[in-house]
Structure formats: structure tokens, C-alpha cells
């Protein structure tokens, strides 16, 4: 069940910061912070602008780290 809010909560998120580029560029800095190794680690030749690595993060939820998922769900239930 907490897997599946914290699923929840990071689609959410990415869906907020996909809504737009005033969005994606409140929130870029918070999720390259965040998710600075997973970007490395997962979205390696994916090029900063346009969504594209929000898009690649939500490509490979599966696979990001829990500090990353937490952060982002953090940053959801703030947003709420």
C-alpha cells in the first residue's frame, strides 16, 4: 500500500511538472537535486529542456532510487 501512494505521489509529480515550462522550470532544480544520481544513472544521454528527463524518470519509475521517489513524493504532498 505505501509502495503504491509513493507510486501515486511521483506520477503526480512528474504529471506537475510536465504541465508546462513555467512548472518545469519552478521544479527543475528540486528534481536535479533530487534525482542527480538517478539522472546520471538512468537518462545518461537524455538532453536537459523540453520534459526530457521528467519523461525519462517517469519511464524508469521502477528503477529510480527510493531517496529519489520519496523526494519527488514529498514534493507532491507539498504541492497539495
Known amino acids: 500500500m505505501k509502495t503504491m501512494h509513493a507510486t501515486t505521489a511521483l506520477v503526480l509529480t512528474l504529471a506537475a511538472l510536465l504541465a508546462g515550462p513555467a512548472a518545469l522550470a519552478a521544479d ?5 537535486d533530487a534525482c542527480k544520481a538517478d539522472i546520471k544513472k538512468l537518462c545518461p544521454d537524455v538532453k536537459p529542456g523540453g520534459g526530457r528527463i521528467v519523461a525519462c524518470l517517469k519511464d524508469k519509475k521502477d528503477q529510480m ?3 529519489c521517489k520519496a523526494d519527488l513524493a514529498k514534493q507532491a504532498a507539498e504541492k497539495k
Open 65 to 67: 532510487s527510493d531517496e
Open 28 to 32: 527543475r532544480a528540486k528534481v536535479t
